[in-house]
């Protein structure tokens, strides 16, 4: 069985992240979904909210896993008994940090694969950051979240103004 792990913090899920998701399962027989703590991104969800939105996005695919991780991805990678790291490229600027994270990660793991892949063009130019910002300013969110992703988004931006 051939398994690809797509690691990230998912603060909130978003379409593009799971048109990966969904992708990635032409090539990989199952996919870990790991949902990182990544604290120096500041996010908006804690990290079990986190997990909790993916599980319920990803929740009707059989052959997707949901996890937490802390520590080094490629240490994750084999503990899973995982094949490759799976990274989506929205676009140029996304390359010289991923390439420098895939370089450094078959470094500490020669074995283990990153495979890039590119979302479908109606999701090439969403990213979490992006998403949040809409939401701030009161911004329609149905093109781009799972409809109880979005109500949680803006209920905690809400929150945040009062």
Known sequence: ?????????????????????TRSLRVFDKVIVA???????????NLAERLDMVTLVM???????VITFDGLLVD????????AIIRGLRAISDFEHEFQ?????????????????????????LSSTIIKDVAH?????????HPEVARRLHERIRSLKS
């Not at 949902?35 to 908006?44: E, G, R, T, W």
């Not at 929740?59 to 896993?65: A, H, S, T």
């Not at 890039?116 to 109606?122: A, D, N, R």
């Open 1 to 21: 069985m051939k398994i690809g792990v797509y690691p990230g913090t998912f603060d909130p899920v978003t379409h593009g992240h799971t048109d990966i998701i």
């Open 35 to 45: 949902v990182a703590p990544n604290p120096a991104k500041h996010p908006l969800f």
């Open 59 to 65: 929740k009707d695919v059989d052959q997707v896993e």
């Open 76 to 83: 994750y990678v084999e503990r899973a008994g995982a094949h």
């Open 101 to 125: 994270m895939a370089l450094i990660n078959r470094k500490l793991a020669r074995h283990v694969e990153t495979v890039f892949l590119m979302p479908s063009e109606e999701y090439s130019y």
């Open 137 to 145: 300013h009161g911004g329609s969110l149905a093109e781009f979240l």
